[in-house]
């Protein structure tokens, strides 16, 4: 087995790497509701949580690796008190391996300029802050761009007194994918990049107690709080004792808003810019009846982001839908040890088919997107052990070519299986019985609602909306030696 080959951790879907939470509500328990904010978004991220309060004088952070219900119990939470508070989840992508020293929130403490971030995204040009921030005369602890970030705030505000300078003038240096969110003693502040790739929301909790942001409005929904509207790409948004001010920090680009999160990151009950996830999900189904219609005899979802758009694949079709696969929703990633005894496992710890349904059946399969390709093959393998006589795979999203260079962990492009084979390849390899992804023009109609109609595409179009450098394209753009049996 060559070191292409090493058995990996990382799932066969991208992979969302953070969720982020603030909160600023005195007279609240700012700590629990973040705690539950956290926990409805936990699937942006499973390998840390921690949150940070201001209480006033001082601002304390609490993290640890694991779930949000591992890190944090009942007297932990009580122990967090104050007005304001931000919360993080997260997930790694180095090699599936979680460090403590990259979860967050990161604190920053430059002389008297103390704060707490939380950061979902990538930035792009992180190594070329890191190197002016050293000319400065800044010492850095990790390679993280959080904290690169952080210390980019920290070095102008510790001068001007003033948190708003510091991060106007960050946001002037960062380039990629940002939504952040920072808990200093008394104030919430939210800012996100000009192309606004990173959802980030605003919602304000009833009697009018306080301020809410959250990755996505299922955060706000489980505090009470009521959408009031998004984080604007560029924009600066302090909350605090004198209420909710926005300013245009920096000015907004070609809007770029990751068109992925309606196919798979996103809860189906989160609404972004305007658009239900849910109804999106059904309507790629709906539209990919119409792209790619099969004879079959039940259309089944693969669990859970399938299922919506299977419900809408059966009524354009007329397919019945069925529940064919089961999830077990309690296998933590932390057990799926990357081994190749747990990789021969495989799909079968997180799902299972029902035999009694399918056999004797010709099936139309929903996924969402095949991004190596192993799972989609195990599944059609599993399927027609348990008695399926066709299995044809749908996917609601188009051929994932390229990697994500703004928060999600999509492997390099030598192991991307569309970036390597043609689609017949694809479903030989597979092993369905036909195989077809949604159009591009197909996924643009099914999220017709967004109020913004401007898309990062970039994992299947390659037209990325911020430059990479050389250096990290480099990484990851040389289509390498492809060998399936490594898949
Ligand atoms: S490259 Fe793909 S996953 Fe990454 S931000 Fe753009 S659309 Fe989203």
Redesign the pocket.
């Known amino acids: 087995m060559s070191d292409r080959c090493a058995p990996r951790a990382i799932p066969d879907h991208?992979e969302e790497e953070c969720g982020v939470f603030g909160i600023y509500a005195p007279g609240s328990d700012v700590a629990r509701m973040t705690g539950f904010g956290l926990q409805a978004l936990q699937h942006r991220g499973q390998e840390s949580a921690g949150i940070a309060v201001g209480d006033g004088s001082t601002v304390t952070v609490a993290k640890d690796l694991g779930l949000v219900t591992q890190v944090f119990d009942d007297a932990s939470l009580a122990s967090l008190t104050g007005n304001v508070a931000i919360g993080h989840v997260r997930y790694s992508t180095s090699g599936g391996k979680a460090v403590w020293e990259a979860a967050q929130p990161h604190m920053s403490a430059i002389d008297d300029v103390l704060f707490a971030l939380a950061h979902n995204g990538t930035l792009t040009n992180t190594n070329q802050m890191r190197a002016r921030l050293i000319d400065e005369g800044v010492q850095l602890r990790s390679s993280t761009d959080s904290e690169v970030a952080a210390k980019a705030i920290g070095v102008v505000t510790r001068e001007t007194h003033h948190l708003r300078d510091g991060i106007a003038h960050a946001m002037e240096l960062m380039r990629g994918?940002y939504a952040m969110v920072i808990a200093t003693a008394d104030a919430l502040y939210a800012f996100r990049d000009p192309h606004g790739?990173?959802p980030l929301c605003i919602g304000q909790l009833p009697d009018r107690r306080g301020w809410v942001v959250s990755s996505e409005t299922c955060g706000l929904d489980i505090v009470g709080a009521e959408y009031v509207r998004d984080v604007n790409p560029g924009e600066i948004v302090r909350f605090a004792e004198d209420g909710l001010s926005g300013e245009q920090a920096v000015r907004a680009a070609t809007p770029?808003a990751?068109?992925?999160?309606y196919v798979y990151?996103a809860r189906p009950d989160s609404v972004i810019d305007g658009q239900s996830v849910y109804q999106a999900r059904r309507d790629t189904g709906r539209i990919l009846a119409r792209e790619a219609p099969v004879e079959a005899d039940l259309v089944l979802g693969v669990p859970d982001s399938g299922v919506p758009a299977a419900l809408g694949f059966s009524a354009e079709s007329g397919i019945e839908y069925t529940d064919g696969i089961v999830k077990n929703r309690y296998v933590g990633r932390t057990f799926i040890q990357p081994t190749q005894e747990m990789r021969q496992l495989g799909i079968r710890l997180k799902l299972n088919p029902l035999p009694d349904v399918i056999a004797g059946k010709r099936l139309v399969v929903i996924d969402d997107s095949i991004v190596r390709g192993n799972t989609s093959k195990k599944l059609v393998q599993m399927l027609r052990d348990a008695g399926a006589t066709e299995v044809h795979l749908r996917i609601t999203s188009p051929e994932?070519m390229?990697?994500?260079?703004?928060?999600?962990d999509?492997d390099t492009r030598d192991q991307l299986i569309a970036a390597n084979m043609t689609l017949d390849e694809m479903n030989e390899w597979i092993g369905s019985d036909s195989l077809a992804f949604l159009s591009l023009d197909g996924l643009r109609e099914a999220v017709r609602h967004a109020r913004t109609q401007g898309?990062?595409?970039?994992?299947?179009t390659g037209e990325?909306?911020v430059p990479i450098s050389e250096e990290v394209a480099q990484m990851s753009f040389r289509v390498a030696w492809y060998d399936p049996f490594c898949w």
């Open positions: 991208p994918a790739i990173r770029a990751c068109i992925f999160e990151f994932v390229w990697p994500c260079f703004y928060g999600i999509t898309f990062c595409e970039a994992c299947f990325y909306p």
